[in-house]
């Protein structure tokens, strides 16, 4: 197992030396710059080429990514133009606000996905199966930001019961420890606080949430579907065994490989969803980060996310392909 | 110890109860493991009293809270509540008003100005604010280097006294002197009709020279690539103004509470929380749900659904210009006939009643008529269709020409709350006169400000400013002169003639010499002055008054607050 680990992080040394190289020369190939971005109106030619100059924009690019490339190995990933603060101190104070959402929509979409999927299929061709399918279609097809935006303005405007936007409310006075909010109201005896940072995850957790529910529910019934006919599933049955036995040791147990693989994946979609639901719902997470810095073609902050997202999914693939081994101890990682 | 016998495996149940057991300890045993820092007794008014908490929704961060180094609209809104400059604002005008400096006179040949300084001032460390700390400031200013001379860093400084220590032949200062603790001269090295005026920036708001030293304000350009914010500008700035400085969670809000010392009126407020909400959909449902008392630049759409619902709109006098801009570039756009046909051919009054905010005036002029210079008698271009099918008719266009026209799309600028609807409106009124329009719209940045500013190819374009401070070459001057990508066109004379205005010394002469450019600009018809539009600020109803200034000098200790 260490082993698989190693060559794992082994192969990632060159995809990412490739990818800082691709990287490099494809946010410097947009058109406009940092230093027009910055200036606005006042963005005279004179004005940006000083800028440049003094940034150091106008040096031959081999230069420049020598110097990045450098800086980069000993990990600093450099400044966001934009704010003027390191770029990894900028992830790691809204990084926690994402993780905070992920979850709450991840708990949603599992909690919510895999029991509906599980009795689309058992239930096949009858009510709860028709319903789950005109579900998920739906949540597959209706844009995030749309759902986003609907969501809000039914449940922060027309019938306020929820809170419209950022992580907290602004006068509530909340000790901050870990970024975490939930966790450090938790930790503080804040109860409040806790309480308020929660009720600011669900409208954004729900929207987010939608497309990863609607396909594992989909992804769920088909895999039940198919194992539920499996051969071994009728010699279960043929055995006398329990139908909870068969259904909870053989049906959903063999079922879940794919769903696993599905929800592995879906988290790479979660972090390019958080950046529509974080604009609407104002939550300082690293989607609106990351919005700004591509309008604002903050060289070093589309960099450095994209180095640190490639390094978050590789994980999250080998996580994935390791937790197989513990849902069916037939497939052994080797 | 040997245990023989079969091992006992837990049962799944038991597994569970001893992982919730688990849990729960362990939650119990983090509740409360760290200290709360929350104050005791806040918010503990009496029934009917009113919440002294103010709630701003910022639709961006400030760029630094060190206002030397900043000059975007949120930085300086912060700064305006934690900083005070000599200069201030006459309320509601553009026009300079005591404020560090109680009085000032200035030399005959203007290379000299005198400030008598406010006394029993002091910075929110405690050190008093004097002459001394003026010099401090203005030396700290111009002794800046490298990339602390940057445009996006300090761009008022080096735009309005144009040199540095480093480069003194085009300095415009030259020297402090402190005549005791409360009076101060200021040398030029050169005039400078615009010195006073341009001293209510928040730019050149007087900083504690402690505080400034203690956390290294000037170290800055940490990276190769973008300079850092320095210490002071993250988290440490000190200032003699109303409010100081508590907080900033970036990307969250930024807080600030009453200065107990404060010199003058502290006002209704004691806690002010800047809310940062980037969309302005956003920032009106924040509203209505109530999470915040204001924002600013309200979409022109939503202000008479919001003042239906109870919510005041507060309009400022607008120090604004919108114009059209027109390539010289384009062979088409350099015929003075056409640019003319093109004028007559726009209906500006539709135009400001189908598109801009309430308050929005006609533009005849690049400067709104608060600014000195401006000029009642200014050729204009009556709407007049026929007259502008005629003037192409002359110009070799019998049937209209085509033309590409650039506009920025999602963004709002205090001029230009909607771009996308001034366009489609232009659009309809070029084409009534047969010139088709080729819609080129691209993202506002960099795109947009890159294609018009940067490059030779666009056509027409729709762009403007925001004016700082009374100062007609803030506007004019920034336009025209000089030979511009944005225009295309060269014309030494109107170069000539800001420069030579620019660096009078007598104000009356310098206003009829503006008053004359306005009118060769005019004759000119460079680009067309469309409107000048009002931005609204948008209140809960329990804000009963807001401190609106044509130039945002509004300071929070004015507000009136009614539960």
């Known amino acids: ?334 | 110890m040997s245990n023989s016998g079969t091992p006992v495996r837990p049962s799944p149940a038991k597994k569970r109860a001893a992982l919730t057991a688990g849990i729960s300890i362990s939650a119990l045993l983090l509740t409360g493991c760290v200290q709360s820092q929350r104050e005791e007794n806040t918010g503990t008014e009496g029934e009917g009293a009113v919440d002294t908490t103010f709630v701003f929704a910022a639709s961006a961060d400030p760029k630094s809270l060190d206002p030397a180094f900043a000059s975007d609209g949120e930085s300086f809104r912060v700064s305006r509540q934690i900083f005070e400059g000599l200069v201030g604002v006459e309320p509601g005008t553009a026009d300079p008003a005591p404020l560090l400096a109680e009085s000032w006179e200035t030399a005959e040949d203007g290379l000299s100005t005198t400030f008598a300084l406010k006394e029993g001032v002091t910075f929110h460390d405690g050190t008093d604010f004097n002459a001394e700390a003026v010099c401090f400031n203005f030396d700290r200013w111009y002794n800046w280097t490298g990339v602390q001379q940057a445009e996006t860093v300090s761009y008022y400084y080096g735009s309005l006294f144009r040199g540095f220590a480093d480069s003194p032949e085009e300095a415009v200062y030259e020297s402090c002197e402190a005549n005791g603790d409360s009076e101060v001269t200021i040398n030029l090295a050169k005039p400078f009709a615009g010195f006073v005026p341009a001293l209510s920036l928040p730019a050149f708001a007087m900083q504690s020279p402690t505080a400034l030293e203690e956390f290294s304000a000037d170290e800055i350009g940490g990276s190769e690539e973008s300079p850092t914010l320095s210490e002071y500008a993250l988290g440490n700035p000190v200032g003699t103004g109303p409010f100081k400085f508590d907080s900033w969670e970036v990307g969250q809000q930024l807080e600030l509470s009453i200065y107990e010392d404060y010199w003058g009126d502290k006002g209704q407020i004691t806690n002010t929380i800047f809310r940062i909400i980037d969309d302005p959909q956003a920032r009106r449902q924040a509203l209505e749900a109530g999470t915040i008392d204001g924002y600013d630049l309200v979409a022109p759409a939503d202000t008479a659904s919001l003042a239906d619902a109870g919510y005041n709109i507060v309009p400022r006098d607008p120090f604004t210009i919108l114009y059209l801009g027109m390539n010289h570039a384009v062979p088409e756009l350099a015929d003075p006939l056409v640019r003319q046909a093109i004028a007559h051919a726009i209906d500006k009054q539709a135009l400001v009643d189908q598109t801009l905010p309430e308050g929005t005036e006609v533009a005849t002029q690049f400067i709104p008529d608060v600014v000195d210079g401006f000029n009642e008698e200014v050729t204009t271009y009556d709407f007049d269709p026929e007259r502008a099918k005629e003037l192409l008719a002359e110009a070799g266009y019998p049937d209209g020409f085509e033309v590409q026209f650039n506009y920025p799309t999602n963004v709002s600028r205090p001029y230009m709350p909607t771009p996308e609807q001034v366009f489609t409106n232009l659009t309809a009124q070029l084409g009534e006169v047969g010139i088709t329009v080729t819609p080129a719209p691209a993202a506002w940045s960099p795109d947009y400000l890159n294609q018009v500013q940067g490059t030779p190819d666009h056509g027409l374009h729709l762009l403007g400013w925001t004016g700082d401070y009374n100062d007609t070459d803030n506007f004019i001057g920034v336009f025209f002169g000089q030979e511009k990508l944005e225009f295309g066109f060269n014309n030494p004379e109107l170069f000539a003639a800001l420069t030579e205005a620019r660096g009078m010394t007598d104000r009356e002469e310098q206003t009829a010499a503006y008053e004359e450019i306005n009118e060769q600009i005019a004759e000119f018809n460079p680009a067309i002055p469309l409107a000048h539009p009002a931005p609204s600020l948008a209140f809960a109803p329990r804000v009963t008054s807001y401190p609106a200034s044509p130039v945002n000098d509004e300071v929070f200790t004015d507000i009136e607050l009614s539960e």
């Open chain 1, 1 to 334: 197992m260490l082993r698989v680990i190693g060559k794992r992080i082994a192969l990632l040394i060159p995809t990412l030396f490739g990818l800082s190289i691709l990287l490099f020369l494809w946010v410097r190939s947009l058109p406009g710059g940092p230093a027009t971005a910055l200036l606005g109106e006042k963005a005279t030619p004179e004005a940006v080429a000083r800028v440049n100059e003094l940034y150091g924009f106008d040096r031959p690019l081999l230069t420049q990514y020598f110097t990045y490339i450098g800086k980069l190995l000993q990990g600093d990933f450099g400044v966001s133009i934009n704010t003027g603060r390191p770029v990894l101190e900028e992830f790691a104070t809204r990084f926690p606000a994402t993780i905070e959402l992920t979850v709450i929509a991840l708990i949603f979409a599992i909690g919510v996905g895999i029991p509906l999927g599980y009795f689309a299929a058992r239930y096949y061709g009858r009510f709860v199966d028709h319903s789950s399918v005109v579900l998920s279609l739906i949540g597959i097809t209706v844009p995030v930001f749309f759902l986003a935006f609907i969501l809000k303005y039914l449940f922060a405007i027309q019938w306020p019961i929820l809170p419209p936007d950022g992580r907290q409310n602004p006068r509530i006075d909340a000790t901050h420890v870990t970024d975490f909010y939930v966790l450090d109201g938790l930790l503080t005896g804040e109860w409040d606080a806790a309480w308020d940072a929660f009720l600011h995850l669900i409208l954004p957790g729900l929207a987010l949430g939608t497309i990863p529910l609607a396909i594992i529910v989909r992804i769920t019934r088909a895999s039940v579907l198919e194992v539920q006919n499996a051969d071994y599933v009728r010699t279960a049955r043929a055995k006398g065994l329990l139908e909870r036995t068969i259904r909870g040791r053989f049906v959903l147990r063999n079922a879940m490989l794919p769903v696993v693989t599905t929800i592995g994946l879906q988290l790479g979609l979660l972090i390019s969803g958080a950046v529509l639901t974080e604009t609407v719902f104002a939550f300082n997470g690293i989607g609106r980060f990351l919005r700004d810095a591509i309008f604002g073609l903050d060289y070093p902050v589309l960099q450095g996310f994209i180095i640190f997202i490639a390094i978050l999914y590789a994980f999250i693939n080998l996580i994935v392909d390791l937790s197989y081994s513990v849902i069916d101890p037939r497939v052994r990682v080797q």
